[in-house]
C-alpha cells in the first residue's frame, strides 16, 4: 500500500493499530487519558458483530474479564491509566503466571495518585514489575506517534508469539496529540487459539501447595523469558559511537532527546542517545556498548527517577561516566530544554 | 530537525470560547498546506469551564516534543488564562489578545510586542458575537504567514459544516471575520 | 445397573481430595458433577474458581478450569462466557470472595444479566484463612477475627435477596443446603438451564465447616440446621 498519511490523535492510532493487528475483544473501564480508546471501540462493535465490548464495573473486572475473553480465543485487549493502571495489575500477574498474551496500553498520567490527567513517565516501574511480579511481561515504550502505530500492532505479535503479557506504555501526550501519521503498513500476526474447549481438559492454576512447586513452574517461565528476550530486545542507538556525552531517555521524551542530539550534531557537538525501545526486557548490552566512549551521561525523565535507577543499575559495572539528571516528574521535557542541559555538560 | 523551521503558538482562553476549534483549524490547514503539524490539547479534569490550552506547531522542519517552553506566537482570549501562559512566553514572543476582554493595564508585566484586537466589539457590532474567535484565528495566520488563505478559509467551513446546515449564514460570517481579523492585525501596524 | 460411586466428569486422578475432612464442598461439587452428567453438557462446561477453599476444586473434574484471583470469579466468568457465546460457564466462590472482595463484580455482573452461573457457598466464615468473620457471619458470633463475639454485623448479608433488586427480573436466584440433596440438586439444574437461556443465575448453598467451627459431626449438623433457620432455603426468584 502507498504511504497514506492521516491526521490523528494518539487515541484513534492505537485503535487503528489493534484493529489491523487482529484484536476483537475489549473489556475496560474509562479513564483520562485513555478513554477515547474504549469509547471509540464501542463505536467500531455497535457496528461490527464480530469485535465484542464489555465495559466493567472496575479496572480489575476489566482485567479478568480480559483475561476470559483470552481464553476462549479471542485476541482481547484492554486500556488503562494511572489509579487504574494500579488495579489492573492484580490480573496482570494472573496472565504472568498463567503465560496469557494479555495486550494493554497505558496512557501514563501524573501521580502520585489521582495526580493530574495529563502527562508523566511515573508508570514505568508499575508496567515493569507491578503486583507480586517477576517482571514477566513486555513493555513497549513508544516515542512518537508514527511509532505508535507501529508498536501497537507488534505488541500484539509479541503477546501471541511468545504468549506473555504485553505492555504498550504511552502517555497523555502522545495519545492526545494530533498529527499526521502514515497508517498504511500492517505487520505480520499470530493466529489466535483458544486454551479452553479445544478437546483437550486443561486445569490452569496460579496456587501452588509447595514452595517446590511453584520454583518449579517459576524456572519455566523465567527461563522462556530469557529465550524470549534474545529475539524481541530492541533498543535505539543514535549517534553514540563517538559520543562524549550520552543522553539517555525514552518515550516521548526520547524523542525530544533525539531532536536535541541532532542539533547539537550540526554544530559538531560529540553527543548520542541511548533509548531503550522495549522497557522490560532492557537491552543491557546496546546501553553499555552507548556509553564506551563517554565521559558524561545525561539521565532525562518525567519521573523522580524510575528510569534513573534502572540506568546505573545497568551501567555500574562498566563506566566511570558522571552523571547528571534531568528529572520533572510529570512534566513535559522539550528539545530545547535537553539541548540546554547537553550544552552545558560538553 | 531545524526548530528554527517551526511555528509555535499557543491559544489560550476559557472552556467554551472555541480554543479548540480555532487551534483544530489551524492543525488542519497546516496539514492541508503540507506542513509538518502537531497539536496538543491541555485541560484541567472538569468538562467544562476552567482555562483550555492549545499547544500547536507546524513548519518544514520536525516537531520533537507536542509540548514546548516558549511560543512564537500566544493568543490569550480571556484574562483567567494570562497567569497560566506567562510561563510560554520568551523574549520574541508575540502577544495576541482580545482588548475588550482584557485591559492594557493587566498585561503591565509582561514586556513583550503585543497585538490587540478587538475581536469581541467587532463581532458584536459588524458580524455576529459567535464569530469572535474567528477574528483572532484571522490574526494568527496574518501574523505567521506560513498557510495559505485557502486552507484556513476551507478547514473553518469544514469545522462548521454541521452549523452551516442550521444556519448557512455562517459560512458567510465566518469568512467576513476572518476578513477583519487579518485586517485588524494590519491596521495595529500602521 | 448400580449409580456409580462418582459422577463420569469427576477427574479420578485429583483423588485423594483436597479437603477437609467433613466438609460440605465434597457433597456441592459431587451434586454438580451430577447435573453436569445429566445435562450432558459436560463437553462445553467451563468452571472458574476463585480464592478460597473453593480453589481445591481446581483439578476436581474433568473439565477447563480455572484458578482466578480472591474476589474475581465474576468478572472472569463473564469475560469467557461474553466471548464463547455457546459454552455453559459456571463459576464458583465462598461467602467472603463474593459478598465482601468480590461484591461489585458480582452485583454488576447481576445487573448486566450476564448469563453466567455463580455458586456462592455459604459457611458464615472465611475456611482458607483460619475462619474469620465473613459477610454472613451470624450476630455474636465467634471466628478468629470477631473473638469473644465482639465486632461481629447486626445481621448477615442475604446474598441472592440482596442480588433480587440488581438482578434482571428473568434471573434465577436460590438458596440451597448441603442438609437436602435433592432439593440442592434441582436448583442447580436450573440455574444451569436458566444461563443457557441467556440469562443471570446465582445459587446460594449453605455448607459446613467442622475444622473451623470447631464441632463433632452431631454439632456440625445441627449447626447447619440452625443456618436454615436464617438463611431461608428455596427459590428467592423464579
Redesign the interface.
Known sequence: MPEKKELLTGNDVVLKAAVLAGAN?F?GYPITPSTEIMSGWAKLAARDKTL?F?Q???E???G??????L????K?WTVTAGVGHVLIQ??MV?AET?SLPFVMYVGQRGGPSTGTVIYSQQELNLARYGGNSEGLRVVYAPSNIQELFEITQKAFHTAWRYRIPTIILGDGYLTKTLSPVDTSKALPQEKAE????NGE???????FSREDELAEHLNILFAKYAAMSRQIVESESYKTNDAKVVVFAWGTVGFAAKVAVTNLRKNGKRVGLFRPITMRPFDDKSAIKAVKKANKILIAESSGGQFGRIVRETLSQTTKAEYTRLYKPAEGITPEEIEEKLSEML | MNNQNITKVIVAGEGGQGVQSIAHILTKAAFAAGLNVSFLPNYGVEQRGGVSLGFIQFGKGIIGFPKFSQADILLVMRDRAIERTKRYIGSNTLYIYDSDLIKADQLSDIYVQKLPISATSTANQKLDPKVFNIILLGAIVAECGLIKDKFIESEIDNNFADKYKIKPQFKYLNKKAFEIGKKLTKEVYR | MDEPRYPKCV?QKSKPSNFCPGCGYGIILKTLGQVIDEMEIA??T?MAVD?GCN?LA??YF????????HG?V???????????KD?VMIGIAGDGGLYAIGL??FL?AAHRDDPVMIIGVNNTIYAMTGGQLAPTSLPYQVTDSSPEGKFTYDKPIFGPELTKDWANKKAYLARGSVLNVPQLKQIIKKAIERQIEGHFSFIEILSFCPTNWKTDAKQTIELTENLEKVFKTGVINE
Not at chain 1, 483458544?194 to 474447549?197: G, R
Not at chain 3, 465474576?74 to 464463547?84: I, R
Request: aromatic fraction near 8%; hydrophobic fraction near 40%; charge should be positive.
Open positions: 475483544y473489556a465484542e464489555l466493567t464495573e472496575d480489575i473486572a476489566a479478568m474479564a480480559t483475561i476470559g475473553g481464553l476462549a480465543g479471542k482481547a492484580d490480573p494472573l498463567l483458544p486454551y479452553f474447549l481438559v486443561k486445569n490452569l492454576r496460579n496456587c | 477427574n463437553p462445553r467451563v480464592i480453589l481446581w483439578d474433568k473439565l477447563d478450569t480455572i484458578q482466578t484471583h474475581r465474576t468478572p472472569l466468568t463473564v469475560g469467557y462466557k461474553k466471548a464463547k459454552s461489585q463484580g454488576h
